[in-house]
């Protein structure tokens, strides 16, 4: 664990939100933006001007959430040292996989001793999003319910999914209550990487590397996994001609 600053001051912000603590999942190989990944972690590519990483970190703080999370594995010397001269105003913790690679929910279950609240939200650092009129972190606070919900996540629906190939992730009800895509089928609605979860969700995890996928279908049988739709933009930015295509689409708004 490697604290890189205090905050400076937590004064109430007018874009804050009840969210304290967020996670930022920053230890993936990259190998689909090769050979932009062959000397820097994902995370450090940029995309209009500066790396993805830094994007979700603006987010984060125009929501007022100065306790961050961040998971490092490939290239972690690199992303420790820009996030300690991107730290600023925000306390950010390390959670260290240079041993092993745990995936999505191995990562979040080893990070949990760093995270003190009963619900935090976390970030995927390969995805890049531009808020609507309700910007999506305020979004998910305002739809949280603590009694109901172990995961709240963002979606988007497949025609605003930018730069994204896939055949769709989720259908969801009216309650907002989500449902898989079926094999060989097209679901309306696309994971955006960013999502609200309770320390519920991780009960019983495995040991080791897995999936938060293991952990989403657990919570959608029990009914207790929800989305809610992203009223803004939302780039996947996974590939070097994706960031092409999102820089170009960000210049025409």
Not at 46 to 67: M, N, Q, S, T
Not at 133 to 141: N, T, W
Not at 226 to 244: E, K, S
């Given at each position: 664990?490697?604290?890189?600053?205090?905050?400076?001051?937590?004064?109430?912000?007018?874009?804050?939100?009840?969210?304290?603590?967020?996670?930022?999942?920053?230890?993936?190989?990259?190998?689909?933006?090769?050979?932009?990944?062959?000397?820097?972690?994902?995370?450090?590519?940029?995309?209009?001007?500066?790396?993805?990483?830094?994007?979700?970190?603006?987010?984060?703080?125009?929501?007022?959430?100065?306790?961050?999370?961040?998971?490092?594995?490939?290239?972690?010397?690199?992303?420790?040292?820009h996030l300690r001269r991107m730290a600023g105003d925000m306390e950010i913790l390390i959670s260290d996989e240079r041993g092993q690679l745990l995936e999505t929910?191995?990562?979040?279950?080893?990070?949990?001793?760093?995270?003190?609240?009963?619900?935090?939200l976390v970030v995927n650092s390969d995805n890049l999003w531009v808020d609507g009129?309700?910007?999506?972190?305020?979004?998910?606070?305002q739809r949280w319910d603590d009694a109901a919900m172990d995961a709240l996540l963002l979606v988007v629906p497949q025609a605003r999914a930018h730069c994204h190939s896939g055949l769709g992730d989720f259908h969801m009800d009216a309650a907002g209550r989500l449902a898989r895509r079926r094999p060989g089928k097209v679901a309306p609605f696309v994971f955006t990487g960013i999502q609200l979860v309770s320390r519920r969700l991780f009960a019983d995890a495995p040991e080791g590397p897995f999936s938060t996928n293991i952990l989403?279908?657990?919570?959608?049988?029990?009914?207790?996994?929800?989305?809610?739709?992203?009223?803004?933009?939302?780039?996947?930015?996974?590939?070097?001609?994706?960031?092409?295509?999102?820089?170009?689409?960000?210049?025409?708004?």
């Open positions: 664990m490697a604290l890189y600053a205090k905050p400076l001051s937590l004064r109430p912000n007018a874009g804050a939100t009840h969210i304290r603590t967020a996670m930022v999942m920053a230890a993936g190989l990259g190998k689909r933006m090769r050979p932009l990944t062959a000397t820097r972690p994902k995370p450090l590519v940029e995309v209009a001007g500066k790396p993805l990483l830094d994007h979700v970190l603006d987010h984060l703080r125009a929501a007022g959430i100065r306790r961050v999370v961040v998971n490092v594995h490939y290239l972690a010397d690199a992303l420790e040292a929910g191995g990562g979040v279950a080893k990070a949990l001793p760093l995270i003190e609240d009963d619900h935090f009129p309700v910007d999506a972190i305020r979004l998910l606070d989403w279908d657990r919570a959608i049988a029990a009914g207790r996994a929800f989305g809610v739709v992203h009223q803004g933009l939302w780039f996947d930015v996974g590939t070097p001609a994706a960031i092409a295509r999102t820089e170009a689409l960000l210049a025409t708004g």
